[in-house]
């Protein structure tokens, strides 16, 4: 029997004849390895202390300037201080701006219970406010300038009830504070006061929001239901 070829069958044994030049293998890289971490690598040395003076419920370092710590307690006050002189730069006790300026329901809280705690604190995105967010109704907005000097920008009655979380956002390039307190809600507000947006839906207290920074308003919130 002979041999039988064809032009196809010329190629294909020329592409399967080895070739005059070694083709190198082919070698991937290793996966990088993994950090491992134990209870050795957690810091143990008590780098600084400093006295508040109250119960401490919420602390936020400047952006920039990363040895500024803000700190509020227990009693509504909020205080500054410079972590590496541990020196406190300036305080201010907790003080109701305009009380005829709120709602008949925080009033009347206030005067049967005029006790008040901080649960949040959080600097804006530049360092140059200051959010706190209080157990009752309020949150307040100051304005800063390094080293010490703080002064009152805005109070809202923003809640009923407590006031769990503020944060500071940038929808459509306009800065603005975002809370959520025990009445269910999400509100958006703009730096003079005024309510942009009341986002509802959850079936219990809202205790957390993370806003988005870049584009239109995005924002993910937890509540004690489990809904995100």
Not at 5 to 24: G, I, T
């Amino acid at each position: 029997m002979g041999d039988y070829q064809n032009s196809d069958s010329d190629q294909l044994m020329k592409r399967l004849r080895p070739s005059a030049h070694p083709v190198d293998e082919v070698t991937y890289p290793s996966p990088l390895p993994q950090a491992t971490w134990s209870m050795d690598d957690i810091p143990r040395t008590v780098a600084c202390t400093v006295n508040q003076g109250a119960t401490v419920t919420s602390m936020d370092f400047h952006p920039s300037h990363h040895t500024i710590l803000l700190v509020g307690s227990g009693n509504g006050e909020i205080t500054l201080w410079e972590i590496d002189l541990r020196e406190g730069l300036v305080s201010k006790p907790f003080k109701i701006w305009d009380m005829a300026a709120h709602s008949i329901a925080f009033q009347t809280t206030i005067v049967k219970d005029s006790s008040i705690s901080i649960t949040k604190v959080t600097w804006s995105p530049d360092g140059s406010l200051i959010g706190i967010a209080f157990t009752k109704h309020l949150i307040h907005l100051y304005s800063y300038q390094a080293p010490n000097d703080l002064r009152n920008m805005l109070e809202i009655d923003a809640h009923v009830g407590r006031v769990n979380d503020i944060a500071f956002s940038h929808p459509n390039k306009q800065l603005c504070v975002v809370t959520c307190g025990d009445d269910k809600l999400i509100k958006v507000w703009d730096l003079n006061g005024r309510k942009l947006h009341t986002f509802e839906g959850h079936e219990a207290p809202v205790y957390s929001v993370c806003p988005h920074h870049k584009e239109n308003i995005q924002r993910f919130a937890i509540s004690i239901d489990f809904q995100v």
